[in-house]
């Protein structure tokens, strides 16, 4: 008896914790703006450091023999088959990460949010400033 109890109960926490909630619409929006603006300061900053070592490892030993090795593995074959291959998982993987981020905002938005959401957000607007300084996601 103790046993088919501790095995309906196991049961019952089991599906309890498989229904994940979804996340709100306004929730999601707000992720995806959010995460729009940080790939886009990522873009920027990485086109602002490429261009600065290129300007100041041009005509130095170090920055000839590094273009030297980046055009080498650009013509690689096996690289170009590499990053073919990467790119390809990287599109079936796409889904499931998708669903997963869904599963996360979900939860977010149910357990956390009403606890630690206005803090977050407020974090967010006070770093905004500083970001857009340094990093900033248009130009």
């Known amino acids: ?16 914790l ?12 707000k992720y995806e703006g959010l995460k729009a603006t940080f790939l886009k300061r990522l873009v920027k900053a990485y086109e602002k450091a490429h261009g600065a070592v290129g300007t100041f490892a041009e005509g130095t030993i170090t920055g000839e023999k590094a273009k030297e090795i980046v055009d080498t593995v650009k ?3 096996r690289a170009q088959n590499a990053a073919k ?3 390809a998982l990287a599109e079936e993987l796409e889904p499931v990460v998708e669903k997963a981020r869904l599963a996360a905002l ?4 149910e357990y956390l949010r009403p606890y630690i959401g206005e803090y977050l957000d407020h974090g967010i607007t006070a770093v905004k400033p500083v970001l857009d300084t340094w990093l900033p996601a248009d130009e």
């Open 85 to 87: 291959v990467l790119a």
């Open 106 to 109: 979900g939860v977010y938005g």
């Open 75 to 77: 013509a690689n074959e």
């Open 18 to 29: 498989c229904d994940i909630p979804t996340p709100d619409k306004e929730l999601v929006d």
């Open 1 to 16: 008896m103790k046993l088919a109890l501790a095995l309906i109960v196991a049961l019952q926490v089991a599906v309890c």
